[in-house]
């Protein structure tokens, strides 16, 4: 059973940071690409980052480009999530998920075969 588990989200101030994790089960982490994605309230979902299974490979959105890191542990099957420089309008559920084909992270949660249960991030002063 494939289990993606997100955690580290919480309530920062603007300008914060949070790292988020995911810790993946049930598949070979070591050979799948993986995304972020996150969805803010009352709106649809945002591809936030991708990276190929090795890590030699990452795409950001414009939204967080220069702001956030995606990296990977394969060893120790977990995803990362490095938050810097929050905004206000980086409040969302944040999702690691599985894509159904790598690339850019799609905006539909059909483009992806699997998604954890979510971790909030509430940016506020």
């Known amino acids: 059973e494939v289990q993606l588990v997100e955690s580290g989200g919480g309530l920062v101030q603007p300008g914060g940071s949070l790292r988020l994790s995911c810790a993946a089960s049930?598949?070979?982490?070591?050979?799948?690409?993986m995304n972020w994605i996150r969805q803010a309230p009352g709106k649809g979902l945002e591809g936030v980052s991708s990276?190929?299974?090795?890590?030699?490979?990452?795409y950001y959105s414009d939204s967080v480009k220069g702001r956030f890191t995606i990296s990977r542990d394969n060893a120790k099957n977990t995803l990362y999530l490095q938050l810097n420089s929050l905004k206000t309008e980086d409040t969302a559920m944040y999702y690691c998920?599985?894509?159904?084909?790598?690339?850019?992270?799609?905006?539909?949660?059909?483009?992806?075969?699997?998604w954890g249960q979510g971790t909030q991030v509430t940016v506020s002063s």
């Open positions: 998920a599985l894509p159904k084909n790598f690339g850019k992270p799609g905006t539909s949660w059909t483009d992806y075969n699997y």
């Open positions: 049930g598949f070979v982490f070591r050979n799948s690409g």
């Open positions: 990276i190929s299974s090795g890590g030699a490979w990452k």
